[in-house]
DNA sequence: GCAAATTCGTTACGCTATAACGTCTCTTAG
DNA sequence: CTAAGAGACGTTATAGCGTAACGAATTTGC
């Protein structure tokens, strides 16, 4: 993601809060954009380190609580997985998300798709749940690292 | 389950084993007893608090040592977003476990769709992935619960 | 019987996450 | 304007989850 698109997708999320009468303060601001500029899932004591070097000790609560609101604003997802948390492109519209990760390389997808997301709705509700969080992931080899595990 | 229904399931684990050639030992078998007693899924702390009543103190190793024998040959299935063990119905078979559980109560049902997953599947290898192990987890409120929501 | 492999005990440690409390700031109703 | 309340954050401590590494003991295959 380019600094330009990372620009973007922070002042998307401050108008999303703003709508919501929530407050994407500096704390939260910076941990979305460390998260934004991430390649890959980062993990939350990595945010905590890099957010260390910028403002002295702080804690792990300081970098959890940023967390659990962007998570509820949905600027995030969690890789459960995998224990890290990835940009979410679009947090105007509620959704769950989906995920396929590589074992190999920790390449990690996000995969929309309403299909299964109602399937497994379903299956709760013949069993009398309220479903209200799902979570489902894949895990296996991204296209890259099956090549080399072939050659390996 | 009761202590009949819980001697034939570790029968059927020992038979499981022996066609595969591994070792059901002493440990493998008291932590399969012990999660297959539970009505509820059970955590690894709880498993080795149990263990070292019986038999000293142990350590982390020795119930997650087991726990692996265990998931490898499929007698259980962890619930990855309870961080608990529970037992598997039917290790003859190769399959995936879905999960329902209450964010209330803790109450787990296993769900086996075969649909579900093949979906999920198809979704990984759109992406060129090989899909290995696919986690899928529906939170929400049981039945029981619903009701003392509605309530409170 | 002996070498190799498996299993398990043991110690130590790292990663993940939360509880609890105090401070500061910001809002807002009076 | 200001006191009260809510929200955000720093701080310390601790709970919970999981693995690395090493050595002793046991089992297995030859």
């Known amino acids: 993601m380019t600094s330009q ?3 973007i997708a922070l002042a998307r999320a401050q108008r999303v809060c703003t709508l919501r009468g929530a407050r994407l303060t500096p704390v939260r601001r910076r941990v979305l954009e460390l998260i934004l500029r991430a390649d890959q899932p980062t993990k939350a004591y990595v945010l905590l380190a890099k957010l260390e070097q910028e403002r002295g ?3 792990p609560p300081t970098i959890y609580r940023a967390l659990d609101f962007l998570l509820a604003h949905q600027l995030i997802h969690k890789v459960e997985t995998s224990n890290a948390f990835v940009a979410c ?3 105007e519209r509620a959704h769950q998300s989906q995920f396929v990760i590589c074992e190999d390389c920790g390449a990690t997808e996000e995969i929309q798709d309403d299909d299964i997301v109602a399937s497994l709705r379903r299956l709760g509700e013949m069993r ?3 479903v209200e969080r799902q979570v489902i992931e ?3 080899l991204c296209p ?4 080399g595990q072939r050659q390996a």
Chains 1, 2 share one sequence.
């Open 5 to 7: 698109q990372v620009e």
């Open 57 to 59: 000790k702080l804690g």
């Open 89 to 91: 492109d679009d947090a």
């Open 128 to 130: 009398g749940f309220a």
């Open 138 to 140: 894949a895990r296996g």
């Open 144 to 147: 890259a690292c099956r090549v």
